[in-house]
């Protein structure tokens, strides 16, 4: 009985929940353990400012896909041109399959700090597993595990309760901006901390399963139901505020720990050091289990976001509630974005560089998707009475700002100073 309670409690959390949790890929938390390697508290104020941002993008996606009971990528054709629209949907598989492969680089890593295995033969045992439960296991089965697998991102939090930390200096970094205007190695965080907050692919995996969700409630193209929009604003929210939360604890936790003057998280290992206050000589099996889990998690995410959007751009069946035989081009982009993602391991990069990387690429794609979905939001013809309001509107645009701002900054400072 009691376990079935538990099971109708993951039920309840939603699409949105599950977003929010995979938003702390292992591409996400190295970016910000590195930020607060290098930056300390002064990098916290980005969890607080960026949380209104993370909230009202991820419920603008949902709530479009919700009213149209169609995936982003076609109401996106409704407003924009098939060229346009294809030019998002290269964007998406493109960074995308450099997550996959940044995350599998992580993944690896980490296996190799707690088993014998080496780096090449664990990401692709890692691949090979992630691929086998995304195709052969039945969906309501594989959504429970990602739920559970969410759960993994609780000992961060655990780790930054025993620390002992100056909380007043910790308040005012989260509340007051420091920004280093002159700092080459600032604006690039900046951009790969904003684009692995707010990520292409969470846009169209959230779209996407709120379209599944409604077909399993029974609900019609074009027919809405308030207790569903109420219940994805609900999962939405505490979504985004538990990856927000969790990231805040990772950048506390490495700020106390790891930071200094210049230091720069060069592995895994030093990542996994930060856990030590918590875990002891266990740090390495904690971290380790963090980084798999949440990497199980998120790569299914990112080869299905592609899949959505190739399905849904050239018309094909899809649906992780379909079998292969149903769906085979939609399980065929899911399987060779992930099969990609496992080649660019080969390349011989520094993993943490990797990971920071895909999280910059993020960054840079998002502006034009972001403007995109703010346009078709705005759109009475499209949502009608659920069009976005003013405040959604204001925070929107904001982010739009944040981003460009940020890339701008970076490209500035990096090339032009």
Same mark, same amino acid.
């Given at each position: 009985m009691k376990l079935k309670k538990k099971f109708k409690f993951l039920k309840k959390i939603g699409p949105g929940f599950i977003t929010g949790a995979s938003d702390d890929d292992p591409s996400g938390l190295t970016a910000y353990a590195q930020a607060g390697a290098q930056y300390g508290y002064s990098i916290l104020w980005t969890t607080l400012w960026m949380l209104p941002s993370m909230i009202c993008i991820q419920e603008m996606a949902a709530r479009i896909a919700i009213v149209r009971g169609e995936g982003t990528i076609k109401s996106l054709l409704r407003k924009f041109s098939r060229p346009f629209v294809f030019l998002l949907v290269l964007f998406l598989v493109i960074v995308n399959i450099i997550n996959i492969g940044a995350d599998i680089a992580g993944m690896a890593e980490a296996m190799t700090l707690i088993t014998p295995l080496p780096y090449t033969v664990s990401a692709i045992i890692l691949t090979l597993g992630i691929v086998a439960l995304q195709i052969l296991l039945p969906y309501h089965k594989y959504v429970v595990i990602l739920q559970v697998l969410c759960l993994s991102l609780i000992s961060y939090i655990v780790t930054a309760c025993v620390l002992r930390v100056q909380w007043g200096s910790i308040l005012y970094h989260t509340i007051i901006p420091t920004i280093s205007f002159f700092d080459k190695e600032f604006w690039y965080l900046m951009v790969g901390l904003l684009g692995t907050t707010m990520s292409p692919y969470l846009i169209f995996w959230q779209g996407s399963q709120e379209v599944e969700e409604k077909k399993a409630r029974g609900l019609f193209f074009l027919e809405t139901s308030q207790e569903h929009i109420n219940k994805m604003r609900n999962g939405t929210f505490w979504g985004m505020f538990f990856s927000n939360f969790i990231v805040f604890c990772v950048i506390l936790v490495t700020a106390s720990y790891l930071f200094t003057d210049g230091h720069k998280i060069r592995s895994m290992g030093d990542a996994a050091s930060v856990l030590q206050p918590l875990a002891g000589s266990y740090a390495c099996w904690l971290f380790s289990i963090g980084v798999v889990g949440t990497g199980l998690l998120v790569i299914p995410v990112l080869a299905g976001s592609a899949a959505y959007a190739m399905a849904d751009f050239f018309g094909w069946k899809q649906g992780l509630a379909l079998t292969w035989r149903q769906a085979p081009k939609f399980y065929a982009v899911i399987l @060779?974005?992930?099969?990609?993602? &496992?080649?660019? #391991?080969?390349?011989?990069?520094?993993?943490?560089?990797?990971?920071?990387?895909?999280?910059?690429?993020?960054?840079?794609?998002?502006?034009?998707?972001?403007?995109?979905?703010?346009?078709?939001?705005?759109?009475?013809?499209?949502? @009608?009475?659920?069009?976005?309001? &003013?405040?959604? #509107?204001i925070v929107g645009w904001a982010t739009v700002v944040l981003f460009v701002s940020s890339i701008i900054g970076f490209l500035i400072v990096g090339y032009c100073i």
């Open positions: @060779g974005t992930t099969v990609c993602g &496992l080649l660019l #391991n080969f390349v011989g990069a520094n993993v943490v560089d990797f990971l920071i990387f895909a999280s910059v690429m993020n960054g840079l794609a998002m502006p034009l998707l972001l403007v995109a979905l703010i346009l078709i939001a705005n759109d009475s013809k499209i949502l @009608g009475s659920y069009k976005n309001s &003013l405040p959604i #509107n």
